[in-house]
C-alpha cells in the first residue's frame, strides 16, 4: 500500500491550496481516508475525512466551511480543497487511509482512531 501527497505549497492568508492524494495497493470502496495536520509543537489534528463508497465527509471545527474533501474513486484520489487559510492551517498536511474498510462504522471516530496507511506529508504555509 502506498499513499502519497502532492500539493502543498506557501500562500498568502486568503487564498487558496488544493492537496491531493493517491492510495494504491488497495480497493478504494468503503474507506475512509482523509488529511491529518501537525503544527510545530502541536498535537496533531484530524482535518477531514471522507467514506470513499458512499462520498459521506467530516470536518475538524477549525476548518468547517473553508475545507472540502471529495475523492475520484476512479483514481484512487482524494481532495483537499482549502479555501481562505489562515496563518493558523501553516502545518505539515499528511494523508491517512485506515486500513480496513468502514463496514458501517461511524466515519470520523473510526477513521481518527487508525490505523493507517500514511503518507509522507506536504507542506503547507501561510503568510500573514
Known amino acids: 500500500v502506498q499513499v502519497v501527497e502532492s500539493g502543498g505549497g506557501l500562500v498568502q492568508a486568503g487564498g487558496s491550496l488544493r492537496l491531493s492524494c493517491v492510495a494504491s495497493?488497495?480497493?478504494?470502496?468503503?474507506?475512509?481516508i482523509g488529511w491529518f495536520r501537525q503544527a510545530p509543537r502541536m498535537a496533531r489534528e484530524g482535518v477531514s475525512c471522507i467514506n470513499s463508497a458512499d462520498g459521506t465527509t467530516d470536518y475538524s471545527d477549525s476548518v468547517k466551511g473553508r475545507f472540502t474533501i471529495s475523492s475520484e474513486n476512479a483514481s484512487n484520489t482524494v481532495f483537499l480543497q482549502m479555501n481562505n487559510l489562515k496563518p493558523e492551517d501553516t502545518a505539515v498536511y499528511y494523508c491517512a487511509a485506515h486500513t480496513l474498510p468502514l463496514g458501517g462504522r461511524p466515519l470520523y471516530s473510526t477513521w481518527s482512531a487508525g490505523p493507517h496507511f500514511w503518507g509522507q506529508g506536504t507542506q503547507v504555509t501561510v503568510a500573514s
Open positions: 495497493g488497495f480497493t478504494f470502496d468503503d474507506y475512509a
